[in-house]
């Protein structure tokens, strides 16, 4: 199993932010999870692998599935629980089934970042109409943010949530990259950002693509 699977991402989320929580709630068709439960974000390939991986997580614990997405390359599943160690064990019995180590995931990669300051009132009318968080209003300032594997994105936008007072306009984290466009003063932008970097550098994992 170790030479054909690949574990792209494996991120913990000790504590699920309040907008971070809410989003999710908008966009799951599995478990709605709410604001302080921990979470667990793991994408593979061959994607088919994911409902194998989903059934030994929630067999072997109290840990719930928010998420199971199987795309064009990849597979994505999300668990969560207000006991943190639920969700842990869960990873952990994940990895041991799959003989596997967190430290086996690839390392995230920021791909891409943009700041964008006064926001255009016709590109917020856009963007407003694909996002399923909080609306984006003219003159905000507003951070895109673009990482690889796509599902380190939930990782990075729930811990800029921790540091800035930022609003979450909408994340995307299936397929090859991960996105998330949040909005709010300049200053807090850019805490934001540079929280969600620091976050995603300071995982561990191989080099891979």
Partial sequence: MAETFSLRCYCYLDRMQP??????GTITQGDLPT??????????????EVFRVVDIAVKA??????????????????????????VIEAGNVVLARLGL???????PQVVSEQVITRVDP??????????????????????????APAAYINYACNE???TASIKIVHVSSVGRFGRMWLSGSEAEILTAKNAAIQALENLEGREGS
């Fill in 122 to 147: 016709y590109q917020a009318q856009l963007i407003n109409r694909f996002r399923r968080g909080n609306m984006l209003v003219a003159g905000e300032t507003m951070l895109v943010l673009e990482c």
């Fill in 160 to 162: 800029a949530e921790k």
């Fill in 101 to 107: 180590r967190a430290a086996d995931r690839i390392k």
């Fill in 19 to 24: 907008q971070y929580a809410s989003f999710v």
């Fill in 35 to 48: 604001e302080g439960m921990a979470a667990l974000y793991v994408e593979m390939a061959p994607g088919n």
């Fill in 61 to 86: 614990t109290e840990a719930r599935p928010g998420a199971q997405i199987v795309e064009r390359e990849f597979g994505m599943f999300e668990v969560h629980s207000p006991n943190q160690a639920a």
